[in-house]
């Protein structure tokens, strides 16, 4: 019975609604206008996002940079005026060096495949750098000081326009001389002394090298070829003169 009663409640409320959704779909359309102000605000929106033409000359900066454009001109500085834009760059002065009271010594130079190097003395030794040397190469950091160009027998340093030569023999320094002789006016440190022996050549270096700044080597005189024994910070070194 209760069954019964549910079942006809459902149909009697599926025909009410049956009947609404048939007058809606059959019923006449009514318009709803919008309201004066919406209008007005409709229409003040058109007009205000409305694109003006723009005048022909306001396109003149963008068509001047095409550079197909015939009428393009290029226009060039005067040479005063690249000379004064150019930056002055001081020529090189051969002093000594130092960095936190260490003075930086050249002792040689090497060059092989991957660039130029030299071998220097640290000017950054301490407890946790115990080295005596280091190899430096161009564009290495030292300090305030940057490793500029590195020659066969000296070292340029670059600090901001400023450049510093460290050579590789030092010509400036008369030799010590021993008691009881002259001194001399000017020598050369690191002039390496001639020797003569039988002994063959022993082709010891590897790519370009220069070594100085070294005590004077040995000498021994004996027949057969001439060769040259300088101390270097790798051992003694024996160079066929």
């Known amino acids: 019975m209760k069954r019964l009663v549910l079942l006809l409640v459902l149909f009697v409320a599926a ?17 709803v206008k ?14 205000f996002f409305r694109r003006m033409p723009q005048p022909r000359g306001a396109y003149e900066p963008i068509t001047g940079r095409n550079l197909f454009s015939p009428l393009r001109q290029e226009v060039i500085p005067p040479v005063e005026e690249l000379a004064s834009q150019a930056p002055v760059v001081a020529a090189p002065e051969i002093k000594e060096v130092k960095i936190a009271g260490r003075e930086i010594v050249l002792f040689g130079t090497m060059s092989l495949g991957t660039g130029q190097s030299a071998l220097i003395s640290n000017p950054f030794k301490s407890e946790d750098d115990s080295r005596e040397n280091r190899w430096v190469k ?6 305030n000081l940057q490793v500029d160009d590195i020659q066969r027998d000296r070292l340029i340093l670059r600090e901001g326009n400023k450049r510093y030569v460290i050579l590789l023999r030092d010509q400036t320094k008369p030799k010590i001389a021993k008691s009881g002789e002259p001194s001399a006016t000017v020598s050369n440190r690191s002039q390496p002394t001639v020797v003569s022996t039988d002994v063959a050549p022993v082709n010891t270096s590897v790519g370009k090298a220069s070594i100085g700044s070294g005590p004077a080597g040995k000498t ?7 060769y040259v024994i300088v101390n270097t910070p790798f051992g003694p070194q024996r160079i066929r003169k």
Do not use: H
Request: no cysteine.
């Open 15 to 31: 025909l009410v609604f049956s009947i609404k959704i048939y007058g809606v779909w059959t019923g006449d359309r009514v318009e």
């Open 34 to 47: 919008p309201a004066a102000s919406q209008a007005a605000v409709a229409s003040v929106g058109k007009s």
């Open 138 to 143: 161009i564009g290495d950091q030292l300090a």
């Open 220 to 226: 021994d005189k004996q027949e057969g070829d001439e």
